[in-house]
């Protein structure tokens, strides 16, 4: 029977996400985008080469896989045209993108960059991509489609009259409107370059449905804009029923749900984070995760794992299975912390609540362990790494099926 199942974050983002679906994608004829855009950055490393894919699916190393970029996705098309050239293997014969998909413009990014500055403090910490404006316009229903490059003149028309409307809030934020001409021939170079690749991907997976799909989450759930911290989110629902809105995929359609969690918490970008340790401890974690943005290069965040916001996760997305990925970066710590609960003015909470402000964790302890890198069997796990998974499992009342040890596709326990 075929199938279509979901990987997705159950943290801030960069859990993993292209390291397992790399590694699953053998499994699969087709992996799909549904959300996001170049915000993104999954690295995926086969025998030692990294690559580092924003809009790309992870499945383009699997030889096999088509790759679908879906209607949720906002496509920069520069970026794409980028991603495409530098990859080492021709993969545009295995690439399909919606014409539904929302285009983020140069006019987006200007945007994302000068509201951030107007923000100050307040920043929301943006990758400055341009995809909070790009959706903003895909609601307000002024935005602009992939398929519409099929038309230049009538495009042009149209993003004349949408820079006519926004010309003062363009002003205000001291962004130039884009020269028609120029704009004519850079539309017509991404439709050079990408139009033999747009179709109507809703109906191509329709109509394949006795394949094996796989939808790849970008982000994660507690950036999800209705679930996730907000104001301090990303602008898409990022949560597995949001991957069937991003892909036309039926609900009823959906087998299986992977959530992807490290063995602690990280965070890049601004807002709350319970866990966050800003003490050695969480350098340390930085140091040995290498925990630096695969998009922005900024230094992540880091703090222990949070069992509340990972339960929370793990029901919102109904996950089946999760994959707790670099446990090997917590190799040579006396103690390992896990939070099992928080705290709000004397009281105890056990759910993670709309609204972080005031919460502290509740932590147990655990005794750390010499090493778990590159350890492919769960039985040759130091015995306090094998107590460690086998208490997450228990509090996230859901089976950890993937247990990472390095970024290699190698590195992997399966259990
Ligand atoms: P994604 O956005 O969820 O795909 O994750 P990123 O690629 O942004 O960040 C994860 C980083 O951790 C990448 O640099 C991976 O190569 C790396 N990585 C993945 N799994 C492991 C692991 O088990 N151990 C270590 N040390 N690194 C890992
Ligand atoms: P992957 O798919 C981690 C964060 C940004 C910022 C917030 C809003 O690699 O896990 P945006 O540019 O989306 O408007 O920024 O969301 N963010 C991510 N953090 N991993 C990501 O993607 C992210 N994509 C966006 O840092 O806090
Ligand atoms: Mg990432």
């Known amino acids: 029977m075929s199938m279509v199942d979901l990987i997705v974050g159950l943290q801030w983002g960069d859990e993993g996400k292209g390291k397992i679906v790399d590694l699953v994608a053998k499994n699969y004829d087709i992996v799909i985008r549904s959300q996001g855009g170049h915000n993104a950055g999954h690295t995926v490393v ?8 924003h809009l790309l699916p992870s499945g383009v190393l699997n030889p096999n896989a088509i790759n679908v970029i879906a209607n ?6 520069p970026q794409l045209i980028k991603e495409i050239k530098n990859f080492d ?22 945007i994302d960059k000068a509201r951030e500055k107007l923000r100050g403090k307040n920043a929301i910490g943006t990758t400055g991509r341009g995809i909070g404006p790009a959706y903003a316009d895909k609601i307000a229903r002024v935005g602009v489609r992939m398929g519409e490059l099929k038309n230049i003149d009538r495009l042009l028309e149209k993003l004349e009259h949408y820079y006519e409307m926004n010309k003062g809030y363009f002003e205000y934020l001291d962004i130039e409107i884009p020269n028609m001409d120029d704009l004519k021939k850079e539309l017509q170079e991404w439709q050079n370059e990408l139009g033999c690749n747009i179709i109507d991907t ?3 997976l329709w109509d ?25 989110v990303t602008s898409s629902n990022t949560i597995a029923s949001g991957a069937l809105t991003g892909s036309g995929i039926p609900p009823k359609k959906l087998n299986k749900v992977i ?3 490290k063995a602690y918490t990280t965070r890049v970008g601004n807002g709350p984070f319970p866990t966050e340790d800003l003490s050695e401890a969480g350098d340390k974690i930085r140091a040995q995760g290498a925990e630096f943005g695969t998009t922005t290069g900024r230094p992540r965040r880091c703090g222990w794992f949070d069992v509340v916001a990972a339960k929370y996760a793990v029901t919102l997305n109904s996950c089946d299975e999760v994959a707790i990925m670099k446990l090997d970066v917590l190799d040579g710590f006396d103690k390992v912390k896990v939070c099992v609960a928080y705290e709000r003015d004397g009281e105890r909470l056990d759910y993670f609540p709309s609204d972080l402000e005031g919460i502290k964790p509740i932590y147990v302890e655990f005794d750390g362990w010499e090493k778990s890198a590159g350890i492919t069997k769960f039985e040759d796990l130091p015995e306090n790494a094998k107590k460690y998974i086998e ?7 859901c089976h950890i099926k993937y247990v990472s040890t390095g970024p290699d596709r190698n590195a992997t326990i399966i259990r």
Do not use: C, R, W
């Not at 949720?72 to 098309?77: E, I, T």
């Not at 394949?208 to 999800?224: P, S, W």
């Open 202 to 204: 809703t109906k191509y």
């Open 391 to 397: 208490f997450l499992e228990e509090k996230i009342d």
């Open 259 to 261: 959530g992807i969690a």
């Open 89 to 110: 293997k021709d993969i545009k014969n295995k690439l399909f993108i919606s014409d539904k998909a929302h285009m983020i413009l140069d006019t987006h990014i200007a």
């Open 46 to 53: 086969v025998d030692g080469k990294k690559y580092a894919l």
């Open 72 to 77: 949720g996705v906002v496509v920069y098309p």
């Open 208 to 232: 394949n449905f006795d394949k094996n799909m796989l939808l790849e989450g970008a982000q994660a759930t507690l950036l999800d804009v209705d679930h996730g911290t907000y104001p301090y």
